[in-house]
């Protein structure tokens, strides 16, 4: 299993705390000393330290050589395509590689899926609908909207949370859809709603949450700053798969965005300021909590009804979306 982060570590600390756990059971549970638990109880956020650059590994050289053996076994027979024993032996003998047959078997099992995929030549796959528990999932979603703003047509970003059993979503508009805005999104509708999803919140593969998607599997690498985020709501992240096929896990934000954009932003708002528009988006979600969808024979407000209980307590501290930067003193040169 790989060594989490020092911020993953300080997110379970904090998750298994408000679970109830002592501090002396979570230092035997994380074998942690006493101040790592005290520092990841006071804050979010452990001491900066500097990483080391990754380090190359023997395999590099090899990877392209890899590749072009699964490409080739794109059209040979079934029967008489390349085994990873027989690519770690081909390197080893073809070419005098010294890696690895772990090594050589964990590249492979990432990058055959990529390279089928690639050709048009993966599974087949089909879609089974989904069904969801009241108070326990949610999915965000980011769409570009048009907005007269001031007088002149501008492109800004409207930002959705869609809570899944009910349909009860919170919109708001940014000039952006940085990671600021999108921490601010999640904020004011958490708190619009009154607590957070028991479950996960699934997402698309935003660069506000996520620095690496890893392979095609459901693993990535997080910012930081958003595994400090959602430790802080205890919000449990879901990503979708890459491409037109995640967009089907979420379909319910995705649906709901192109609701929104179709009945609201048609024909585009005129607005002097992002807050005169954002209180009309308000009153659009409100007004929006009477309708039924498809057919359902309630409201989204009366399946909200259910479901708002349900969901988990909002933390009482705040969480600081802005970022904070140090600007150099001193006197400039000048050549």
């Known amino acids: 299993m790989p060594q989490m982060s020092k911020v993953e570590l300080y997110a379970a ?25 005290k520092k990841a109880v006071d804050s979010v956020w452990p001491e900066p ?14 990877k392209p050589v ?17 085994t990873i024993t027989r690519i770690f032996h081909r390197l080893v003998e073809e070419h005098g590689a010294d890696v690895s047959y772990p090594m050589v078997r964990r590249y492979v099992s990432d990058r055959k899926p990529e390279i089928l995929a690639a050709s048009g030549k993966g599974p087949v796959e089909a879609f089974v609908p989904q069904t969801h528990l009241p108070g326990h999932e949610a999915e965000v979603d980011f769409g570009d909207v048009t907005v007269r703003l001031a007088g002149e047509l501008v492109t800004c970003y409207l930002f959705s949370l869609r809570l899944s059993y009910s349909g009860k979503a919170v919109h ?16 004011h509708a958490l708190r619009t709603l009154g607590g957070v999803p028991r479950s996960k919140i699934r997402y698309d593969n935003l660069k506000s949450a996520v620095a690496q998607v890893l392979g095609l599997s459901r693993a990535r690498v997080e910012t930081d700053r958003w595994i400090a985020f959602r430790s802080h709501f205890t919000i449990e992240s879901f990503y979708c798969r890459p491409g037109i096929e995640g967009a089907h896990e979420k379909g319910g934000v995705e649906g709901m965005t192109g609701y929104f954009r179709r009945n609201h932003f048609t024909p585009v708002p005129e607005v002097d300021s992002l807050a005169e528009l954002n209180e009309m988006v308000d009153q659009w979600d409100l007004h929006d909590g009477h309708r039924r969808i498809g057919s359902r024979p309630r409201t989204v407000d009366e399946y909200f009804a259910v479901e708002q209980p349900l969901l988990m307590p909002l933390p009482q501290e705040p969480f600081e979306t802005g970022r904070l930067f140090t600007p150099p003193t001193g006197r400039s040169r000048t050549r």
């Open 172 to 187: 708001r508009v940014f000039a952006s859809c940085g990671q600021e805005a999108f921490f601010e999104g999640h904020v």
């Open 66 to 82: 890899i590749d072009e053996m699964l490409r080739t076994d794109l059209d040979a027979p079934r029967k008489q395509r390349h």
């Open 13 to 37: 600390i904090r998750r298994d705390h408000r679970a109830g756990m002592k501090m002396r059971e979570l230092e035997r549970k994380h074998n942690v000393s006493w101040r790592t638990v």
């Open 49 to 62: 330290r500097k990483k080391p650059p990754p380090r190359p590994t023997a395999l590099d050289p090899y």
